[in-house]
């Protein structure tokens, strides 16, 4: 069986789904294959008790996000603010202590230290271009070293590398020694610094979606109707310059541009006839994916909220390292988020349910008090045994990659054309990115097919 359309885009996720909808826009007729049962790749919604949608995905959007806000209100979607009165947990170097607001209560020398390791860190960043980082000042320098051995030969205190430490692994889901120093700086410059990427207010953990973040999707596939293919994994795309013939499921699907728009390590595994150019090849074998167990546990209402407690709580010795209130708009019932990510994930990973979820309640037993003993339920999803997604939040380049391959990290080949968060020039990694990077390959299609419309 065979078909035949303009376009087909591999991956329903955020980013081939704008991509799918602005080329149905512009004229185009357009196919979305989707290897899973559902649209939304890392973005998922689960049910709590009673039915509310609790996000066991991505959730979260900004105010400086204007990509992913712009589609949300023109799908007609709206925002509310997460949880973030009363005070913070923060638990580093041993101690532990409460506040509010945006500084935590430490040691004046490590918040000093903190604070110039942060200067130093965004002043880098800012001097790193975002849409060719690898150009930058510095940039093989950068590049050729991890994020561990930049921090520590920038933090002077254990406490202030272990902070960043705790950040790296909160907004990478990885650890300084996995990446590279010039991706860290071009990542952190690309969302406008450390603050925008891990405060609350004001910052990429301010809003969530009402119905949860893959009603994003819902939306787009809904409106896309039967365009959208699930249960689809493409195993082969044949290419030349005339066009594609991309194999799923005994069906051939003939097109004249393909978008693919899976994470990186995926993209690696299709079969290309003929193969890719060595530096893409290079490249996507050079960009793991992070690592992260994300978990949501559920009491009868927020009992923190009456002891004063925001539900933010962050340590460097815990697992659990990051913890939300992520309880529905309503109130009830009462949620908190936490994630084991990087080496605590590894760690996760290989303990059996029981032994995981005890670890995190005794975890979060720590941070609130013995109420944490009490849940009614525990709902968590390993992004890394996740067969179409291998891990999160995003890709990541290791030592070497970027100033080597990263030219081939957007560039077309020949019909084909990359999406993905990863590919964002703005906020990679995040919905925001992926919004920005389908808007893109959009674009270029669009561009590459008008000549020859114009000429029949």
């Excluded at 903190?114 to 093989?140: F, G, H, N, S």
């Excluded at 993209?267 to 996507?284: E, N």
């Excluded at 074998?285 to 933010?312: D, H, T």
């Excluded at 990694?429 to 419309?453: C, F, K, Q, T, W």
Aim: overall charge neutral.
């Amino acid at each position: 069986m065979s078909r035949s359309v303009d376009v087909v885009t591999v991956g329903a996720g955020i980013a081939g789904l704008v991509a799918a909808r602005d080329l149905v826009r512009g004229g185009s007729e357009v196919l979305v294959l989707e290897a899973r049962d559902r649209v939304g790749g890392r973005l998922l919604n689960a049910e709590l008790p009673g039915g509310a949608p609790i996000e066991v995905g991505g959730q979260w959007v900004g105010p400086t996000q204007h990509q992913v806000l712009a589609l949300i209100g023109e799908l007609g979607l709206s925002t509310y603010p997460t949880h973030a009165s009363g005070r913070h947990i923060v638990e580093m170097g041993g101690s532990r202590s409460e506040y509010t607001g945006r500084i935590p209560r430490l040691n004046p020398l490590t918040l000093a230290d903190i604070a110039q390791t942060q200067w130093r860190l965004d002043r880098l960043a800012r001097r790193v271009t975002q849409t060719e980082p690898w150009r930058a000042e510095r940039a093989e320098t950068l590049d050729s070293q991890t994020f561990e051995t930049w921090l520590r030969r920038t933090a002077r205190t254990a406490e202030g590398r272990a902070f960043f430490r705790l950040v790296t692994e909160a907004v990478f889901s990885a650890e300084p020694a996995d990446m590279s120093a010039l991706w860290a700086a071009f990542y952190i410059g690309a969302a406008g610094g450390v603050d925008a990427l891990i405060a609350t207010s004001g910052g990429a953990q301010q809003d969530r979606v009402l119905g949860g973040t893959q009603t994003i999707a819902l939306t787009m596939a809904e409106q896309l109707g039967d365009r959208v293919v699930l249960n689809s994994p493409v195993t082969q795309i044949d290419w030349d310059e005339e066009g594609v013939s991309v194999h799923t499921n005994g069906t051939l699907v003939r097109a004249r541009r393909a978008v693919i728009a899976v994470p990186p390590p995926l993209a690696a595994q299709i079969r290309y006839a003929p193969g890719m150019p060595g530096d893409r090849m290079q490249l996507v074998q050079r960009m793991p994916m992070g690592r992260v167990i994300k978990i949501n546990v559920v009491y009868n209402e927020p009992f923190w909220r009456a002891a004063g407690l925001s539900g933010q709580a962050n340590s460097d010795r815990r697992s659990l390292g990051t913890v939300f209130d992520n309880t529905p708009v309503g109130g009830s019932p009462g949620v908190l988020v936490g994630f084991l990510e990087g080496r605590h994930a590894d760690v996760g990973a290989r303990l059996d349910l029981a032994d995981r979820r005890a670890r995190v309640i005794e975890d979060l037993a720590g941070y609130f008090g013995p109420q944490a003993h009490n849940p009614i339920d525990y709902i968590e999803r390993d992004w890394t045994a996740e067969e179409y997604s291998r891990g999160g939040y995003g890709a990541f380049t290791t030592p070497g990659a970027l100033t080597r391959f990263g030219h081939a990290l957007r560039r077309p080949i020949g019909p084909l054309h990359w999406a993905g968060t990863e590919t964002a020039t703005r906020w990679p990694g995040y919905i925001d990115g992926a919004v920005e990077s389908g808007h893109r390959a959009a674009r270029e299609i669009n561009a590459a097919l008008l000549p020859s419309e114009a000429k029949r």
